[in-house]
Each structure stands twice: as C-alpha cells, then as structure tokens.
C-alpha cells in the first residue's frame, strides 16, 4: 500500500521525545507515528468487535425493533 504524506503540528516536547525514542529504536520518527496509528486504530475497532460479540443475543423478549418503536412513540 502506498504512503500519503501528511504533515502535523506537535508540541516541541512530543517532538523530542518522539525523536529520542527513534534514535533509542533505530527507526525514523514516522515509523514511530505510523506504528502509534496503527496500534490506536487495532484497539479501537478491536474494542468495538468485542462489544458487539459480548452482548450478542442479550435482548431476548421478541422482537428489539418493535420493542423501540413503541418506546419511541411515547417520546412524541
């Protein structure tokens, strides 16, 4: 997959710290923030799959969508 360049502002003290940890890995500080992105993005839709899969099948009094239809109808 192609890289997109993108340009972005950081505090003076992120930046540094961001260029220390590069040195300390031996990676550029965009490998940094591409590696940071990628881990922020797993957790968040990994979070997301593992909600839906923990509440699967727990309403069971018939049919949801009927059950917040007529809810709504009493917010009218």
Avoid at 10 to 21: E, N, T, V
Avoid at 34 to 48: I, K, T
């Amino acid at each position: 997959m192609p890289l997109v360049r993108t340009i972005i502002n950081l505090d003076s003290s992120d930046k540094s710290w961001l260029d220390r940890k590069a040195q300390q890995a031996g990676v550029p500080m965009a490998e940094l923030v591409r590696r940071a992105v990628r881990r922020l993005r797993q957790e968040e839709e990994g979070s997301f799959d593992k909600i839906l899969k923990q509440t699967s099948g727990l309403w069971r009094q018939g049919d949801g969508l009927a059950y917040q239809r007529r809810v709504r109808e009493q917010w009218r």
